[in-house]
């Protein structure tokens, strides 16, 4: 179950085409921040972990992670975003790769390199970012790329969110059930560790985003 602050049948090249343009202007910070939830999953890992962070958008968690010790590989639709991130990775003497793709892209799985049971998935403000189709098709893909003792770690915004202030513009984006988006990840061959919901998890300025994150791991 979700809600969308937009009409139905979104064009998915609109959708790009707004974060194109968000991202060639300024988008990507130079001295990046990085988000509370990347410090809250920095904080649940025991050692140096490979990570595929999808919707890595400005890359300010792939770079963090990186910072700390991680092999990250940060994926997004938006290709300026993807150039801009590259460049500052070299800048900021990071290795981090980042790669142009969208969730349902055929043979992106083969594309990207794990590491058996030491391969987290992190999504940070990715799943309320694309539609029902596709959070099915990111699922079906996590679990693909996922083996036993593996994790993933989401945050989004939820229903009860559909109400509150937002800072950035108008642009595509879901209010997500959090027990739907749990069981069909259970279904997919993930168990549920950690869940919550609430305000103050990821406020930025006028927009305290009642959002719910959780940490799953593959059975």
């Keep these: ?15 790009t085409d707004y974060w194109n343009a968000f991202y060639a202007d300024g988008g990507v910070a130079r001295r990046p921040v990085p988000s509370q939830f990347a410090a809250f999953v920095a904080g649940e890992l025991d050692g ?8 890595s958008g400005s890359g300010r968690d792939s770079l963090f992670l ?21 460049e500052l990775a070299e800048e900021l003497g990071l290795d981090v790769e980042f790669v142009s793709a969208s969730i349902d892209q055929e043979g992106l799985a083969a594309q990207l390199r794990v590491e ?3 391969t987290l998935v992190y999504a940070r403000f990715f799943v309320h970012a694309i539609t ?3 959070q099915a098709a990111f699922l079906r893909l ?36 959090p027990t739907s988006f749990n069981a069909q990840a259970v279904l997919h061959g993930f168990d549920v560790t950690y869940a ?6 990821a406020k930025y300025r ?7 994150r959780a940490l799953l791991t593959r059975r």
């Design 1 to 15: 179950m979700s809600r969308s602050d937009e009409p139905s049948g979104v064009v998915p090249a609109e959708r």
């Design 48 to 55: 140096p972990t490979r990570i595929l962070e999808f919707g």
């Design 66 to 86: 990186a910072a700390h010790g991680h092999d990250v590989t940060g994926v997004d639709g938006s290709k300026a975003a993807v150039e801009a991130c590259s």
């Design 116 to 118: 058996p049971g030491n």
């Design 132 to 134: 029902d189709d596709e």
């Design 142 to 177: 996590v679990a693909e790329l996922t083996s036993p003792g593996d994790r993933l770690a989401v945050e989004y915004r939820t229903l009860r969110d559909s109400i509150g202030a937002k800072v950035t513009g108008r642009h595509y984006r879901r209010f997500v059930d």
């Design 196 to 201: 919550v919901e609430g305000y103050g998890f």
């Design 206 to 212: 006028e927009d305290d985003a009642y959002v719910a």
